[in-house]
Nanobody, 121 residues
Framework: QVQLVESGGGSVQAGGSLRLSCLAS????????MGWFRQAPGKGREGVAT???????TYADSVKGRFTISKDNAKNTLHLQMNSLKPEDTAMYYC???????????????WGQGTQVTVSS
């Protein structure tokens, strides 16, 4: 059974940094695209960053230059380094694995339970 477990969330002041991690079990993600998403209270889910097997990455405009997605294939771990955090980055952050096309958009087969990030001004 595939499991994704996020860690590294917490509370930080604006301008601070956090590093999120996502450990995958029963799943070798080196061959798949993986991503980080977030959802703030009362808002829809937002894609934050993706990384694929060839190392290519994409970022939401709102986090470009501040966040970095990376992965450690040997440890089956996905990371999100978040610098220069802003109050608007406050959200539950989720990792997702095994991206696939559903005809009009990408979806992900597996999701973690999330880790809370709170940024105070």
């Amino acid at each position: 059974q595939v499991q994704l477990v996020e860690s590294g969330g917490g509370s930080v002041q604006a301008g601070g940094s956090l590093r999120l991690s996502c450990l995958a079990s029963a799943f070798t993600f080196s061959n798949y695209c993986m991503g980080w998403f977030r959802q703030a209270p009362g808002k829809g889910r937002e894609g934050v960053a993706t990384i694929c097997s060839d190392g290519s990455t994409t970022y939401a405009d709102s986090v470009k230059g501040r966040f970095t997605i990376s992965k450690d294939n040997a440890k089956n771990t996905l990371h999100l380094q978040m610098n220069s955090l802003k109050p608007e980055d406050t959200a539950m952050y989720y990792c997702a694995a095994d991206r696939f096309w559903v005809g009009h958009a990408y979806e992900y087969r597996y999701w973690g339970q999330g880790t809370q990030v709170t940024v105070s001004s």
